[in-house]
């Protein structure tokens, strides 16, 4: 069963390889290596935020959650998707706001020299298992990153060991158009291909008035 998750920590850690989520902003993305290959995407559902003005295409109709009620703070709604037991399968929460604009480099415009030393800087938080620079549309790039299934923790003693997570989420940081700071996680039990070629695309159809 999926957990409450509150915020989204803003963090962007190690840079590895660039990942295309998409070639251009109406095409689906071809087959091929680190792009989506599992997706129909007339299949997908539109949905229409009215509180907070957005559209994404999801892998069905979900069922809505304002973040403000987890924490006054957030800006936002969770995207649960269930199954015939209404139970929720995994969510994807939509975060305005999700990092500081300033003191996160815009990544669509800054150089290689501007992101490696800020990317440097926060290598030892190694909250996440994978990260990498994405290429959302032609025009946005972001960091794309999967939390770690086992993490090491210290006790009240400093001593560590490792703990499993009951839970996997990915989540891709990247500015609008407009200049919003938006996070878009996918939070599930186990994230398996299917979901994340599900996730990507609809990380690129996001659109934010």
Known sequence: MIKKIFTTAAILLTLFSPITFAADNNA????????IINVTPDKFYEYRSVNYN???KCPAQPVITDMK???PALKGETLFF??????????YRIEFDAFDGKAVP??????????D??????????????TTVASITKDTKGVF???AKELEVKDENGAVETVTASNQAAVTYFRTKSGKCMSIMIIADELTEELLDAYRYS?????AN
């Open 106 to 115: 815009d990544f669509n415009t800054a150089d290689q020299k501007t992101m």
């Open 28 to 35: 689906a993305p071809a087959a091929a290596q680190n792009k």
């Open 54 to 56: 957005y559209t994404i």
């Open 145 to 147: 990153a999967i939390t």
């Open 117 to 130: 030393a800020y990317i440097a800087k926060l290598k030892e938080a190694n909250l996440f298992e994978v």
């Open 203 to 207: 990380v690129t159809t996001f659109q």
């Open 82 to 91: 269930l199954n015939e037991k209404n139970e929720p399968l995994y969510a």
């Open 69 to 71: 009620f987890e924490m």
